[in-house]
């Protein structure tokens, strides 16, 4: 097991799988509380960088948007992911209840 692997051995089984399937994982989201992040900086929404991409998973729909990777994945928890989605322009998707596996999620994040 690399490096990479190793240290994200946290997280939930949605996520595992992917390392153990033929996908690159090019980047960590810093999910912030309400889509602002006061640590690493708010990221732009790709229609006009002077406006907030919306919700908790915006760094995943910004990186979708401006091309940096395919897809993204998060927890939809009060529309986490289909809000900044939505803002952004691309879609997000939340699956029926107990679709995807959310064994290791925080509590809070069962959605």
Avoid: W
């Amino acid at each position: 097991m690399n490096m990479v692997r190793r240290q994200f051995l946290h997280l939930a089984d949605a996520a595992t799988a992917l390392f153990a399937a033929p996908y690159v994982v090019r980047a960590q989201e810093q999910a912030p509380k309400i889509g602002l992040n006061p640590h690493y900086g708010t990221p732009g929404n790709p229609a006009d960088r002077t406006r907030v991409p919306g919700g908790s998973s915006s760094g995943a729909a910004v990186a979708v948007t401006d091309g940096m990777c395919e897809i993204a994945i998060g927890t939809d928890t009060g529309g986490s992911t289909r809000i900044p989605a939505a803002f952004c322009g691309v879609v997000g998707y939340k699956p029926t209840k107990s679709r995807v596996p959310t064994e290791r999620v925080p509590a809070v994040l069962h959605t």
